[in-house]
């Protein structure tokens, strides 16, 4: 694992930053499937794109993580919390602690969302094996510790995520959003016919 200014340029984390400020408005989706192993929540992303793994803990404030993952492989990490006063739009640097590895003065978010209060952030794309493979996640404000979160079942609860992510791509393969097949459309519909392309992957 490294430190997100090792693994990301000055340009990335540009780019990162204003992704994660169009996250900060994010609605988290209801549809959500039974719990994995471990109490994980597999759910649909509201967007369509994408799903995500949530759990619920029994701490102060009644912690909530959420983590995300894209058709595209992108991830985002969400942490919540009734008690913190962190703003909307707030930019943060916190100290991430896997069991494997850490990233110290990793950027995130401040963010509003389901009457708490608390961040969101991005990782490098092995980020989801780490938090499969880990038992904790220990996040720190410096010195100051901010929260310290068990991560039973998350092997079996991103095996999960992932299957999910993956069954959104298979339905949107040659279909409209509704799941019905589209007709078979030229890449060029104004092109000559013998140029218009057969459309096999529309």
């Keep these: 694992m490294l430190s997100s200014q090792t693994f990301l340029p000055r340009r990335a984390r540009a780019i990162a930053a204003a992704t994660l400020l169009s996250l900060a408005g994010t609605t988290f989706a209801r549809d959500a499937a039974a719990p994995s192993p471990g109490g994980w929540v597999i759910s649909r992303s509201e967007g369509g ?31 919540l919390n009734s008690h913190w006063s962190i703003k909307p739009r707030d930019r943060l640097k916190l100290d991430f602690r896997l069991t494997g590895g850490a990233y110290p003065g990793h950027f995130a978010i401040g963010l509003a969302a389901d009457g708490k209060r608390g961040f969101v952030t991005s ?4 980020f989801p094996a780490y938090i499969a493979a880990s038992r904790t996640l220990e996040i720190a404000r410096g010195k100051v510790p901010v929260e310290k979160l068990p991560l039973d079942g998350s092997g079996a609860a991103v095996a999960s995520l992932r299957k999910c992510v993956a069954a959104l791509g298979r339905r949107g393969k040659g279909s409209d959003q509704d799941g019905t097949r589209r007709p078979r459309i030229p890449l060029d ?6 140029s218009r392309g057969d459309g096999k992957d529309g």
């Design 49 to 79: 794109d994408g799903c995500f793994m949530s759990k619920s803990f029994d701490h102060p404030g009644a912690t909530t993580l959420l983590f995300g993952l894209d058709g595209d492989g992108t991830n985002h990490l969400t942490v």
């Design 123 to 126: 990782f490098e794309p092995r």
């Design 189 to 194: 519909p104004f092109a000559a016919p013998a």
